[in-house]
């Protein structure tokens, strides 16, 4: 079968995974319906393509806190990649650098940070941090990840506790003996997964904390998790450098609104302050687009690189990249853009529907 | 079968109730487009959800006219609870005490109110009630509620005739003949149910009536039935302590509002001035969010209840509540409040959708 | 089966009905939408119910140009009863007069004017009329209708040509041999149905032909067809005495307005100068209270009219009658009205929906 | 099986063409949402039909830069008739010839201009262009259709690259070895279609190369693809004639507006300084008329076309418009309109849907 598109990666995945495993993947709260709007509400926006442009020079990199990208997608921080692909995050790291954007590296890793940063040395890559009522635990990792060159960390701020994911709670998800959460060994039991397991995150953690965890690092700080101008305004009030748009892949607080309908009001609190990024329902270089059209400077990729581990590992999800950096850059072109500067609000409007 | 969401005992009542009482307690008025949209409106309001707010410590407590409940969800009047589970409204009362929340007892019940009472001592318990053709029946009953220690009474006042329930009409719905109404034996002949059943309720019961409730009884009087700000006003004209927003679970009239929508315009219209509840089309802990947010002092529970009933009866009716109370709580946390009396306005919109 | 609702009587008439003459009544032109939208618009009007009116006594009668009729219903005009039922429009006047509703028959009716007159002496009916290229034929029409004591002259004004029914076209319609257009006989050959039977009426009718009408009975004109405000203003200058919102069952111009929703520029056009009646997507008593609180003065239904027939003659037609009395008189009562007076527009909203 | 309306011929198609040549005319880029958008945008726009007006001698004639058509639909450029119909774009001529409207024919045929124009000599045609990187291809194209009588020039300015029509490239879509692009023979291989196929077109081309074509003709130029007011602005200014709002059939950029939907404010833009066409979503008579209601002079019908074809050649294509023409001469009629010129903007409303 011809990968074509996301979605064909999407039916391997659904088709080969172990159902407990894919069922985590792809679990939403509650009954879904963020999970579910995140993509849908891409297609209330149109795009107004203009015509009879120059794009016969195509430039669709972009730089993430002045660190060039070859295109305005990353990878989001999504755990345990063993579940996916054996060389778990390993082969994550390595796809990144291959195609030369980030990799933003979650807590819940089935590798260390040690053996992600030697799997492919030099590639762009984040840290992404939950803070543990244990802060020892936290300042040691964050210590660890700026010693191995990791470039930003980011703060995911909408899990102070886990999202009700329905399936997960039937089929009593766990990971499985063999896997563990290597950067965690130690600090506590892991094989309790679920409620108990995320009773060691700490649900005290306020905006003061940026504040200590600036004291840890010089690193820029980016923070995920943002669906409001007054937290927007909050984040750069408290000098991060960096704003993921995010609803966990609606797997936190169903209800909430889609990323790319949050996008617009963050954008608009922020006035161009600090960088804004969004992850949530990207399935088409189209979407990049229209984020990017709203104004993200980048948009992340959760489910859909999990999609490719699943498929090939590292060489599927070099594919996964392939075939979104090739749709974003036919867009731009069918829309009128022949380098990513050229992407503005005015290439889209929301429709009436 | 795990018992994870109110969904899970919804198809559990429907695989093993009698398909006669599933269809009564199922029953919407006409194309039953009312009780369905109970449910659909939630899908329309979107969160916006906080972060970095301290939620380390939960606070869910309420309080009912001054009461203390244990979180924002009681139960509402329903009638004929031993079609769902032999000892009806007994178990109801128990479920309600054990979690600390408040029962409205139907006037409609299968178990006297003595009954009710002896099943539950101390128990937090309202009197649903509605006006008989013959005022003596409605007037002993206030006052042996009274006397049994109901702490309010809940006057119904959108049934001045059954609405028109399709299925219940070609079932030929009656309560089997073990069954009695025993809050009203004597009263009137029983088994005859539906329209010729509520031809002894009084059509003619307007406004005036509260004053005449209220030289009955001392009790706190709470009007459900309440859709329009025009009526949010009289009631409070007219003295009530408190208004349930209820369109009778979609049982009544079919094209009215969703309760959810109603909502607005009745805490706008009352400002402040009485308690404003809800019922109909709450099945996750994130509709309580809502509701409140949207000005409800508390919400209660019709058909869930009834479906808790039929899976385990008072046992589990307390599953059902503890999993409202769990998926309230979470909610509340991921919203970013740690108390109800953080929840507001400000946590939710109206979709455009 | 019991019949409970009118799409008991849908159901009865599609199983029972030859399948060419349930498509003839069930067409709509082209792709039905406008058919389909005359019902699916009721769902985006919301009522608000008031409560605690005294509902005791309920009068649902009302008056057509000054004649009382039972309740707000009257059988539209439809052609080739026959189909649905052996006594054909004898058996619609019978029910008619005994429900006491008006009766609009049609020109294009299998029994003669004479016959229907004689089946239900005394009843109240109106008499619908195309205008043919033969202008004498129609003259005659409308003299023997007033001879026959017919009170009211409606114009159908939205058929200068057949609209497109596809299933029509593909089943190729026609009259079996035995029905005739007794309204017609030696006018014109009746067999040949569609595009050339109605190349007899006249397209060439405009505005000055109402005084032409007018010029040969004092009958009260009343215009069938409308659906825009300048058209309502034209009707009222040009002197008819009500308008009949309608399109034709949406089987004329597909693309076109619900009527429940022309209904409001027509009403507020109007502004009582002359009656407003609609006709299109009546199936609940639900319905007709929309339609009365939107402004209109009485509903007329086409299809479920044929259903009850096609179920029992002239017993099915009394008992779809009665049902959708029944429930008008219920929907009032449950919306805290108690005679047709106190139907407003406070009554109703549009769903943002 | 009656060829009944549009959808009939589209039935036939699917069933009778080979899936890959089905599969290419089908196709929509991505998840094809703006091809079906396309379609679904009509319905989401009402008729305010006129009543009363003489309909009797109707008059559906339009002009095409002042050449008179028989009513205002035409062939739009498709490319490839011989997947449909062994005499390929011949027998589109014959068919449009007899039918006395317009055919644009593609660069991209499978006939050679001299034999699309020694098919049906006198008819009206225009000639659809693309700019190859190789100017001198396009120049001789120009001038061969010049020389050849056709009557308009069409740049198609939506295709810097080829958009991805997923089905294309599942089914490795390529021309049969015996079908040849007639035109381009010599002037680059045919045989390997898609990404390659189009490298030679060339994706620089800007505003400017308007001034190039018009150094090359005096014929008309009509500038096709426009979707935005501004490029609207833009075209007028470059001194085209004419204006076809498209979106390639959904083919190019997916997410885009429907073409009815970007009609308005291109009309609005364009003040009637110049002509504006619309191509896509075209399956009614009465679509036809709305597009007419919202400003277009004339629309264009695309696969439709190809499913005459299909169906029985010249033959099919005949009967296809005739349907149309039908359709519309109807739907104008019921609308109250005698003539093209009484058509216009109160004509239609958009749906609050």
Not at 100 to 114: R, V
Not at 194 to 206: A, Y
Not at 215 to 239: F, M, N
Not at 273 to 286: P, Q
Request: proline share 4%; net charge neutral; aromatic share 8%.
């Amino acid at each position: 079968m011809a990968m074509v598109c996301l979605s064909d990666f999407e039916a391997y995945a659904k088709k080969y995974l172990p159902k407990i495993a894919w069922d985590f993947f792809a679990a939403g709260a509650d009954d879904c319906s963020t999970r579910d709007e995140n993509i849908l509400a891409y297609q209330r926006i149109r795009f107004r393509p203009r015509i009879l442009q120059d794009v016969s020079v195509m430039d669709i990199r972009t730089k993430l806190l002045g660190t060039e990208i070859s295109f305005p997608v990353g990878i989001a921080p999504t755990g345990f990649h063993q579940l996916a692909w054996p060389d778990g995050e390993k082969s994550t790291a390595r796809a990144a650098k291959a195609m030369n954007t980030c990799y933003i590296a979650s807590t819940y890793s089935t590798c260390t940070l040690e053996e992600i940063s030697a799997a492919a040395p030099g590639g762009l890559r984040w840290f992404q941090l939950y803070i543990h009522r244990n802060r020892a635990v936290s300042q040691q990792l964050v210590q660890q990840a700026v010693a191995l060159g990791f470039q930003g960390l980011v703060l995911t701020a909408d899990l102070p506790y886990t999202g009700k994911r329905r399936d997960d709670v039937r089929n009593g998800f766990c990971l499985p003996p063999h896997m563990k959460l290597k950067n965690l060994e130690g600090a506590f039991e892991v094989c309790k997964m679920s409620p108990p397991f995320h009773s060691l995150l700490d649900p005290s953690v306020t905006w003061n904390d940026i504040y200590w965890l600036r004291s840890l690092t010089q690193l820029p700080i980016i923070i995920k998790g943002i669906l409001t101008k007054e937290d927007a305004e909050l984040a750069v009030r408290h000098g991060v450098q960096g704003i993921i748009v995010s609803n966990h892949g609606g797997r936190q607080l169903d209800g909430g609104p889609a990323t790319i309908d949050a996008l617009v009001e963050v954008v608009e609190a922020v006035q161009g302050r600090v960088e804004v990024y969004l992850d949530g329902g990207i399935r088409k270089g189209s979407d990049v687009l229209k984020a990017l059209a709203l104004g993200a400077k980048c948009v992340f990729i959760g489910r859909p690189a999990l999609w490719g581990l699943a498929y090939k590992g590292e060489e599927g999800l070099q594919e996964v990249l392939r075939i979104l950096q090739d749709e974003f850059r036919l867009s731009m072109a069918l829309a009128g853009c022949a380098s990513v500067s050229e992407i503005g609000r005015h290439l889209v409007q929301f429709s009436k529907l």
